[in-house]
């Protein structure tokens, strides 16, 4: 799926997909940047883009880690992140992450490497926010303040680890839940079958691709 306003860094030890978009004017936002500042900054500058945002569609650590590196680079450039997953930004962040990677791979010691300082969220968002050309749309279940960021005009939805081509997110770490992620991919499930699905890993896909992937109206 090609769209030249759009371009996929692959990054982290659990290749994390980091999108820059470019929406208008040269503008530009910085969704998920989990690592690898160095070579977010170069494509950005390549590209002679000015980056207003950096959005997360949710908060564990390899989807936020180059934040402060992308923040420090471009002056005026505001973070934002749905609120319920705010305290995984900013100094006291570290040990909600080690939790989540105890979960996740039994070894919290691992943050030690893994570990980047974060700033502080400059914006809060909910359900129904307008930032940049998106539209927030909450979808908890992967974590508490999971969601996703929907370009209503291009028909793009950047949805993190809420849906991917051919599977959803985990919801075994703290916060997760199953119950709420299956409504989230429900919702998502009732919207144009066009809609373009850029997730936080793996390949790019649609809605109307997933639905016909999926039998189980449980999950989709």
Not at 18 to 24: G, K, L, M, R
Not at 53 to 70: K, M, N, P, R, V
Not at 116 to 138: N, R, Y
Not at 179 to 192: A, H, N, T, Y
Request: net charge negative; charged share 20%.
């Amino acid at each position: 799926m090609n769209n030249e306003k759009i371009q996929n860094i692959v990054v982290g030890p659990v290749a994390t997909n980091c999108w820059i978009y470019a929406y208008a004017d040269n503008k530009a936002a910085v969704i998920d940047p989990g690592d690898e500042a160095d070579a977010i900054i170069s494509a950005i500058n390549k590209s002679s883009l000015t980056p207003v945002y950096i959005l997360l569609t949710h908060g564990h650590f390899d989807h936020i880690c180059a934040s402060q590196q992308i923040a420090d680079a471009f002056s005026g450039i505001k973070l934002a992140v749905h609120r319920l997953d705010s305290g995984f930004l900013g100094p006291d962040a570290r040990g909600a992450h080690m939790k989540s990677v105890e979960a996740a791979v039994g070894v919290a010691s691992l943050m030690d490497v893994l570990w980047k300082e974060t700033p502080c969220a400059d914006i809060l968002l909910d359900e129904g926010s307008e930032i940049g050309p998106f539209t927030v749309l909450h979808l908890p279940g992967h974590s508490p303040g999971s969601c996703a960021y929907w370009d209503k005009e291009a028909k793009i939805l950047f949805s993190g680890d809420t849906l991917f081509a051919g599977a959803w997110g985990r919801t075994d770490l703290p916060g997760g839940n199953e119950e709420q992620i299956f409504e989230s991919l429900r919702r998502l499930g009732s919207m144009d079958a066009d809609i373009a699905v850029y997730p936080g890993h793996g390949e790019t896909t649609t809605i109307g691709r997933e639905k016909q992937m999926t039998n189980s109206v449980t999950h989709f």
